[in-house]
């Protein structure tokens, strides 16, 4: 069965510092992998998707990589801002999607 | 901007009570799940279709749970009776592929339940 790892479960930065927010998977014969944004109470937004041919995918001020090898993709939000802060998840899709259980990021200005 | 489209948005209801949750997927898109998501855990999902069929619902209490994709486009999610520990978000969530190839999945904005 597919685990799926997010560590650390928070994080607090200052205001223009950049992010790093990792995820680790267990079983490294995946189809794709999402990055997704919560804020609370709220549903998850897509941020991003790479497949498992990609090595990276790249979306404005954000910055995925995935090395399959290794079982981790991590996630690079450049030059953060108070609304970044959120809870940000990974999902890994080996046929079926296995959720981690999020970051909880609060950029202080 | 197309959206995944969920209601409601908020529920209270007495143990052993029915509940009823609606999702209407993004124009066009075959495959079609609900999830559970605890609070501070990441979503499980209960239940995948494939237009009206379902793929996967291994994970799905059938006891009490039960979901419908009649025509293949919008679903409901019932809940028979209502448990305390059913209190969580219920996700909804469409793809425009199937099978493994789902690619990028879109969520609503979640049914909270609390459970008295």
């Known amino acids: 069965k597919q685990e799926v790892t997010q560590i650390p479960a928070a994080l607090s930065v200052p205001e223009g510092e950049n992010l790093v927010l990792n995820c680790s998977f267990t079983?490294?014969?995946?189809?794709?992998l999402q990055w997704f944004r919560q804020d609370p109470g709220k549903g998850l937004t897509s941020l991003l998707l790479?497949?498992?041919?990609?090595r990276e995918q790249t979306s404005g001020r954000l910055n995925a990589s995935l090395d399959k090898s290794s079982g981790r993709s991590t996630l690079y939000i450049a030059a953060s801002q108070p609304g970044d802060s959120a809870t940000y998840l990974c999902?890994?899709?080996?046929?079926?999607?296995?959720f981690g259980a999020g970051t909880t990021v609060t950029v202080r200005a | 901007e197309a959206e995944v489209a969920q209601s409601p948005r908020y529920k209270i209801t007495e143990k052993s009570q029915a509940v009823a949750f609606w999702c209407d997927p993004i124009s066009g898109h075959a495959t079609l799940y609900w999830y559970r998501q605890i609070l501070g855990q990441g979503p499980e999902l209960l239940v995948q279709?494939?237009?009206?069929?379902?793929?996967?619902d291994s994970q799905l209490p059938k006891d009490r749970f039960s979901a419908e994709r009649l025509k293949g486009v919008d679903s409901t999610l019932k809940i028979q009776p209502a448990e305390l520990g059913d209190s969580a978000m219920y996700l909804c969530a469409s793809s425009p592929g199937q099978g493994a190839s789902t690619g990028e999945l879109f969520f609503g904005e979640g049914s909270r339940l609390t459970v008295l």
């Open positions: 999902a890994v899709n080996d046929y079926k999607l296995s």
């Open positions: 079983d490294s014969a995946i189809y794709n």
């Open positions: 790479i497949q498992s041919s990609q």
């Open positions: 279709f494939q237009d009206e069929s379902v793929v996967d």
